[in-house]
């Protein structure tokens, strides 16, 4: 099933696209966000977040932002992450990306396997969504835009660890990086390389 089939089926019902960034880094929240686009004005170019350039991706970014009937940002921290376990603080912040939404969705979209039990609206998971469902991938953008930027803003309060290059991921700059200097209050500390103080790449 196509998000473009799903519209003339159900006669352009309003459909929520969910996704998130930032499960695989090693510091920071995960980051979700939930979009609702016009039905009847598409974004061309949409695509998985990841397969974005740089530029590609802002301009989408703010095409999105600007021209969506609706969009919002959920977010699950890095305590609550170790508290949790990423899968979990994952589904927490595709759940307040829904919340945080002024307008009802009819339907919610949601990138992988697993999904918030949503109780008063319907929903769907779909593995690689946001490769091939374009709400899916306004989602990806929105959520990965704006990771990257705390990201960036984290990088200017600790600029020894590189996150607004490595925006978090376990690169050898990184992991050599909390070697010397070990984690910051933000990082995440049940992933095994802080929990097991794996910090150096093996040769």
């Not at 696209?17 to 974004?43: F, K, M, N, R, Y």
């Not at 307008?103 to 949503?118: E, Q, S, T, V």
Request: hydrophobic share 40%.
């Amino acid at each position: 099933m196509t998000h473009q089939k799903y519209y003339l089926s159900k006669k352009l019902k309003l459909i929520a696209g969910v996704d998130e960034a930032g499960c695989g880094s090693l510091v920071g929240s995960v980051i979700a966000a939930a979009v609702i686009l016009h039905p009847t004005q598409p974004i061309f170019g949409l695509a998985d977040s990841k397969k974005l350039n740089n530029n590609k991706r802002l301009n989408l970014y703010k095409n999105i932002i600007q021209n969506s009937l609706d969009w919002s940002i959920g977010s699950s921290n890095a305590a609550e992450i170790d508290r949790f376990n990423i899968l979990q603080a994952r589904l927490l912040a595709m759940k307040r990306a829904v919340q945080n939404l002024s307008i009802k969705p009819d339907l919610i979209l949601i990138d992988g396997n697993h999904a918030p039990k949503f109780i008063e609206t319907p929903y769907q998971c779909f593995k690689k969504g946001d490769s091939k469902i374009p709400i899916i991938s306004a989602a990806s953008i929105i959520a990965k835009v704006t990771r990257d930027q705390d990201m960036v803003m984290l990088d200017i309060q600790y600029p020894k660890y590189g996150f607004a290059q490595n925006k978090g991921y376990p690169t050898a700059f990184h992991l050599n990086q909390l070697e010397l200097y070990g984690p910051i209050s933000h990082h995440r500390k049940s992933f095994a390389p802080i929990k097991h103080k794996i910090f150096h790449i093996k040769k």
